[in-house]
């Protein structure tokens, strides 16, 4: 970099420039994002509200299903609900906290459970004839 008394007047203006553009620059971008103190109070009000109305929401939501989850639940653990191999819910679907893999891999092994099923029973008809 040059290092003429120009130059280093030029550097010195470019700085102090700089330093009162950015402040410049700071303020307008709090003041377009709304982080001003008044704005962060009214921010703060509205969450609270919001808040407030979605926990009574989920609060009554939960008193309307806490019965009929408690129904998955007891089937779950005695393991009477239907395809109880697969683990599957009362309505057919597979927990939320059961993975995709998990899912595929209990398929496989239906299938091939099913598939020994038939064979046993193909054989059990046929009489048990042995192939030469």
């Known amino acids: ?51 407030t109305e979605m926990t009574a929401a989920i609060e009554a939501s939960n008193k309307n299903s806490a019965a009929k989850n408690s129904d998955d639940i007891i089937m779950i ?19 939320v906290w059961k993975s995709q893999r998990k899912i595929k891999a209990l398929k496989k092994v239906q299938k091939l459970k099913k598939k020994k099923q038939k064979k046993i029973a193909k054989a059990k008809t046929k009489g048990g004839k042995n192939k030469k």
């Open 1 to 51: 970099m040059a290092k003429s008394l120009r130059s280093k007047s030029r550097r010195r203006n470019v700085k102090a420039k700089r330093e009162i553009y950015n402040a410049k620059a700071i303020e307008q971008l709090k003041k377009t994002l709304g982080l001003t103190k008044a704005a962060q109070k009214i921010r703060r009000a509205e969450i609270m509200k919001d808040l």
């Open 77 to 95: 653990e005695n393991g009477k609900g239907p395809d109880e191999d697969e683990g599957k819910l009362k309505d057919g679907q597979h927990p």
